[in-house]
């Protein structure tokens, strides 16, 4: 049976259980619904979540338990050949795969019958040709066991479905009968609901929290790999970053966390006080109408993406920089990729970041703060300047550094806009590269897995992790200790 | 409380400090204030007293124009200190307001240290030469408002770890130590408790001797204790206004009765 009839037969059969369950119940007080414990609906609901809960649960995991499975019997099969061919096992499995879709293709378009393609062996005429009139391309001749692996692969597949379907209808169907059986007046239906609504958003929280970690544990397992293999303290302290594919590369952070910081640094110079001075427009100065156009026109900015923001620092800001400070003008700029390019478009980026946190955090200044310094007969800037901002600085500190976490983060800025070079300088017009950059460049490409030229992308990616985990605990730290001083 | 015969002759400038004539004010299109009409006199306690919203704050904050604050206010008449008219354009309301100090109904120390709060007003106006003459002022402030020795050792703690009564005293300090000539105080003691509200009771009366004070209050025996001149506003309306013994006593109005003995309000 095809999955989707599956799943539109759960539906339905949830559907019905939910009228008969609503049904029962109000038949069961003998049609006055005030005696019922709970709404009728809510009878209606627990029969239903009885039923689909356990049978998609059940679905999904023999939707990931089923290919284990499979891939593990077949898997027995083709481990001589590829043993004694001296290849890889799991390059061995993809053949077979690509082979058991094949025949499944040409099942489908008609180009086979079932029983030939259950049946065909690798002597019977060209299998590769068939399958290829069947719109299916192969590398190379099918061989006799991956031929046979296929086809065990094929049944193995179409009893595992058939079984899945039943299974799952009859858990589905005990849960609907056991449902419907536990309905009548005096059932807490609504409280049964209830705690269901509670596992959903539970399992909800878990999802996103379980992801972080799996992101997480991934990280971490590739840079335990990498410096297996290469050494930690040349990794951290080296101040040279040369990797070469072909071997006895120079893999030092120093140079790359240098690049980072120092645009990070400029961003934040240019974003902290035009974004902070654009916030105490917005909240004291601005009369409504004018605020209520600005503040979102000024949001717009971070809906660019960031691409956008490249291309604007590769093609205008960077010429524009080129002809004050480069050849024809200061001289100190050799291209128009450079620090000072990256960093002056990040900072832009930023500019709605701060200002918008730093808008809500002033906003957040009770009023009576403002009316006690106007009554002692303060101006509007003395009262901003002196009462305001302290009340409302430890929220833009923590404002800014999510700002700084946000501009050590950045890539396509950096990969448009800074250049590629991995060097150490103090000279900002420069080019210079971060640490999201490399990455990129280490992992695209034919770059081989197990070298420590691609490895170094998941120590680098750990790096950065911790680096903007701290900084955001920290702004957290930051906004939590000071927030209620002024309640 | 306070035995106000006693108090009233000691009492003795009779010249008017603020003159306001057929004030009005809008709210967007609520007409708060009618037409009032009201004379308050020099080193004497005004009370304001009235039911809620009867616009006796918004009268308040007109003498020392913080309504201008407000974007949709709009206040017109004539309100005069000193003979002055404070609305006229070559009035700065950043002045007028150091002159007409004001105190909350909520307290509102800022987030500073007790010291940094009590000096914001001396510092912005640049009453104080140096850092000592700075230090003296602070005293002198903390001591008219009744709280120098309950913080005088802890000076650099922040204001707003004190407890409600004291913070409101931090605040009546602070609005002292600008020197104001007048002292506007709305509701100064509805968010404290009897002992706290006594002390700041006592203070009022202290501070009589040298400043021309207004206090809004919805409490009838605060004002009856404190105060030597009583207005009753109903309605956005100036009812009556008069010596305070004379309103509590024998009131003119009949509104004013009705209020004063409890059937309305």
């Known amino acids: 049976?095809?999955?989707?009839?599956?799943?539109?037969?759960?539906?339905?059969?949830?559907?019905?259980?939910?009228?008969?369950?609503?049904?029962?119940?109000?038949?069961?007080?003998?049609?006055?619904?005030?005696?019922?414990?709970?709404?009728?609906?809510?009878?209606?609901?627990?029969v239903a979540l009885k039923g689909a809960v356990p049978a998609?649960?059940?679905?999904?995991?023999?939707?990931?338990?089923?290919?284990?499975?499979?891939?593990?019997?077949?898997?027995?099969?083709?481990?001589?050949?590829?043993?004694?061919?001296?290849?890889?096992?799991?390059?061995?499995?993809?053949?077979?795969?690509?082979?058991?879709?094949?025949?499944?293709?040409?099942?489908?378009?008609g180009t086979m019958t079932a029983s030939e393609a259950t049946d065909i062996a690798a002597g019977d005429g060209n299998v590769r040709e068939r399958l290829g009139a069947a719109g299916v391309a192969l590398g190379s001749e099918v061989s006799e066991p991956v031929l046979r692996a296929a086809q065990r692969y094929r049944a193995l597949s179409s009893t595992g479905d058939t079984l899945r379907s039943v299974a799952v209808l009859a858990v589905l169907l005990l849960g609907l009968g056991w449902a419907y059986r536990e309905t009548d007046g005096e059932f807490r239906a609504r409280n049964v609901v209830e705690q269901g609504v509670l596992a959903l958003l539970l399992g909800a929280a878990c999802i996103a929290i379980l992801t972080?970690?799996?992101?997480?544990?991934?990280?971490?397992?590739?840079?335990?790999?990498?410096?297996?293999?290469?050494?930690?303290?040349?990794f951290f302290f080296s101040t040279t970053w040369f990797p070469s594919f072909g071997g006895g590369s120079s893999l030092g952070i120093l140079p790359l966390l240098w690049g980072t910081l120092y645009i990070s640094l400029i961003?934040?110079?240019?974003?902290?006080?035009i974004g902070l001075m654009a916030a105490i427009y917005l909240s004291e100065y601005a009369s409504p109408r004018v605020r209520g156009i600005a503040k979102p026109a000024l949001e717009i900015l971070?809906?660019?993406?960031?691409?956008?923001?490249?291309?604007?620092?590769?093609?205008?800001?960077?010429?524009?920089?080129?002809?004050?400070?480069?050849?024809?003008?200061?001289?100190?700029?050799?291209?128009?990729?450079?620090?000072?390019?990256?960093?002056l478009v990040m900072g832009i980026m930023l500019i709605p970041f701060v200002s918008s946190l730093s808008d809500d955090i002033i906003n957040a200044v009770p009023q009576s703060m403002r009316d006690g310094s106007y009554?002692?007969?303060?101006?509007?800037?003395?009262?901003?300047?002196?009462?305001?901002?302290?009340?409302?600085?430890?929220?833009?500190?923590?404002?800014?550094?999510?700002?700084?976490?946000?501009?050590?983060?950045?890539?396509?800025?950096?990969?448009?806009?800074?250049?590629?070079?991995?060097?150490?300088?103090?000279?900002?017009?420069?080019?210079?590269?971060?640490?999201?950059?490399?990455?990129?460049?280490?992992?695209?490409?034919?770059?081989?897995?197990?070298?420590?030229?691609?490895?170094?992308?998941?120590?680098?990616?750990?790096?950065?992790?911790?680096?903007?985990?701290?900084?955001?605990?920290?702004?957290?730290?930051?906004?939590?200790?000071?927030?209620?001083q002024y309640e | 409380m306070y035995d106000n015969r006693a108090s009233e002759s000691a009492v003795t400038a009779d010249d008017i400090k603020i003159e306001a004539k057929r004030v009005n004010v809008h709210y967007g299109t609520t007409h708060a204030i009618k037409d009032v009409d009201v004379s308050i006199l020099d080193k004497t306690v005004t009370a304001f007293i009235g039911p809620s919203g009867c616009g006796k704050s918004t009268f308040l904050r007109c003498i020392n124009r913080m309504n201008d604050t407000i974007d949709v206010a709009r206040v017109t008449g004539d309100i005069r200190i000193d003979?002055?008219?404070?609305?006229?354009?070559?009035?700065?309301?950043?002045?007028?307001?150091?002159?007409?100090?004001?105190?909350?109904?909520?307290?509102n120390p800022f987030p500073k240290s007790i010291y940094d709060n009590v000096a914001y007003g001396p510092k912005?106006?640049?009453?104080?030469?140096?850092?000592?003459?700075?230090?003296?002022?602070?005293?002198?402030?903390?001591?008219?408002?009744?709280?120098?020795?309950?913080?005088?050792?802890?000076?650099?703690?922040?204001?707003?770890?004190?407890?409600?009564?004291?913070?409101?005293?931090?605040?009546?300090?602070?609005?002292?130590?600008?020197?104001?000539?007048?002292?506007?105080?709305?509701?100064?003691?509805?968010?404290?408790?009897?002992?706290?509200?006594?002390?700041?009771?006592?203070?009022i009366d202290e501070l009589r001797r040298d400043y021309s004070v207004v206090i809004v209050t919805h409490s009838m025996q605060q004002a009856a204790r404190v105060s030597q001149k009583t207005a009753f506003f109903h309605l956005g309306n100036l009812i009556e206004y008069g010596d305070t013994d004379e309103i509590f006593t024998n009131p003119k109005d009949p509104k004013t009765e009705s209020y004063i003995t409890g059937r309305i309000g």
């Open chain 1, 1 to 46: 049976m095809p999955f989707y009839w599956t799943l539109a037969i759960i539906a339905l059969l949830c559907a019905a259980g939910y009228v008969l369950g609503r049904r029962k119940a109000v038949a069961s007080v003998g049609g006055d619904k005030r005696r019922l414990h709970s709404l009728p609906n809510f009878y209606g609901m627990n």
């Open chain 1, 56 to 109: 998609f649960g059940l679905l999904v995991f023999w939707l990931i338990a089923q290919p284990l499975f499979v891939e593990w019997r077949v898997s027995s099969i083709v481990s001589d050949l590829a043993v004694s061919e001296a290849r890889d096992l799991g390059l061995v499995m993809v053949d077979v795969r690509r082979v058991a879709d094949g025949l499944d293709t040409a099942v489908a378009t």
């Open chain 1, 212 to 234: 972080t970690l799996g992101i997480v544990l991934s990280l971490i397992f590739n840079t335990i790999e990498f410096f297996s293999i290469y050494p930690a303290s040349e």
């Open chain 1, 267 to 273: 961003a934040l110079a240019v974003a902290v006080p």
């Open chain 1, 302 to 343: 971070a809906g660019i993406p960031t691409i956008v923001y490249g291309l604007f620092a590769l093609l205008t800001v960077g010429p524009a920089l080129m002809v004050v400070f480069g050849d024809g003008g200061l001289g100190w700029m050799q291209a128009g990729t450079a620090v000072m390019t990256a960093g």
């Open chain 1, 375 to 484: 009554g002692l007969g303060a101006t509007q800037s003395e009262t901003v300047r002196q009462v305001v901002l302290p009340a409302a600085l430890p929220g833009i500190v923590g404002a800014i550094l999510l700002a700084a976490s946000r501009a050590i983060g950045e890539t396509m800025i950096v990969v448009l806009g800074a250049g590629a070079a991995a060097r150490i300088s103090p000279n900002p017009f420069e080019a210079m590269t971060t640490v999201t950059a490399k990455i990129v460049s280490q992992l695209t490409g034919d770059a081989d897995f197990s070298s420590p030229e691609a490895l170094v992308a998941f120590a680098l990616g750990m790096t950065l992790f911790v680096l903007t985990l701290g900084l955001n605990v920290f702004a957290l730290y930051i906004v939590r200790k000071y927030r209620e």
């Open chain 2, 83 to 107: 003979g002055e008219d404070i609305n006229d354009a070559r009035v700065d309301p950043v002045q007028l307001r150091a002159k007409v100090g004001m105190v909350f109904q909520k307290p």
């Open chain 2, 124 to 203: 912005i106006h640049g009453l104080a030469k140096n850092k000592g003459d700075l230090d003296d002022i602070v005293e002198r402030a903390l001591r008219r408002g009744a709280i120098w020795d309950e913080v005088k050792d802890r000076l650099h703690a922040p204001g707003t770890g004190l407890s409600g009564g004291q913070q409101q005293r931090l605040c009546i300090a602070r609005a002292v130590a600008t020197e104001p000539e007048v002292l506007l105080m709305d509701e100064p003691c509805s968010a404290l408790d009897p002992i706290a509200t006594g002390q700041v009771e006592e203070l």
